[in-house]
């Protein structure tokens, strides 16, 4: 925390986002885990920056893609390459994420969660090797919780995902984001509905000092 901590106030801004990694540390290159080294640690910061108010009040469009990731999604380490991939996918197609899927079943976002919403329920994919648990999903769990909407984890197929009343994106840096078509496809009445409007009043109330 104190590394943390220095790298915040040099920085010196009101808001930012932290990132961190650590390697095994400094070796000649080789596939084999060297057996004598000191890990590294590198911090930076960025600017936070959030969605704009346009995107929260009128939605984002996003687009599918096959999932071909290693199946140890959880593990959150440098290689990224299938999720760059994906977030590029996004990129050309005017789209803010691309949403994944794995032999028809959602799996998550480039980096994001994805919340499928169907007659006021929340449903996630659950937290196992095919998606990384970002920090916002428990969170989720407490909102829905303390909104006394149902939440459940389990498969969703492609075929729900289209169908459903709500697709949200959560991330740390994107909050809670409505989703409002997929591949030019109309998402429930094509604007961001309720129950994301009470997740995120929820969240911003949360997120706020009292």
């Known amino acids: ?110 980096a994001s969660n994805v919340w499928v919403v169907s007659k006021g329920r929340v449903s996630a994919p659950p937290k196992d090797n095919l998606i990384l648990e970002g920090i916002r999903y428990g969170w989720m769990e407490e909102l829905c919780a303390a909104l006394d909407i149902s939440l459940e984890a389990r498969r969703i197929s492609q075929h729900e995902v289209m169908g459903a009343d709500e697709v949200l994106l959560t991330s740390a840096s994107k909050e809670i984001l409505p989703v409002v078509t997929i591949d030019g496809k109309t998402i429930g009445d094509g604007a961001p509905g309720p129950v994301f409007k009470k997740l995120y009043a929820a969240y911003q109330a949360a997120r706020s000092p009292a």
Not at 56 to 70: F, S, Y
Not at 72 to 89: P, R, W, Y
């Open 1 to 110: 925390m104190a590394l943390i901590e220095r790298v915040v106030q040099a920085n010196g801004l009101a808001d930012q986002m932290v990132y961190i990694q650590v390697t095994r540390g400094v070796a000649r290159r080789a596939h084999a885990f060297p057996k004598v080294v000191t890990p590294t640690v590198f911090i930076m910061t960025n600017p936070m920056s959030l969605p704009c108010a346009a995107m929260r009040e009128k939605g984002v469009a996003c687009v599918t893609a096959q999932d071909k990731r290693w199946l140890h999604c959880q593990v959150k380490s440098t290689s990224l390459l299938g999720n760059v991939l994906a977030a590029q996918n996004a990129v050309e197609n005017d789209a803010t994420e691309t949403i994944l899927f794995r032999d028809g079943m959602l799996t998550e976002a480039s």
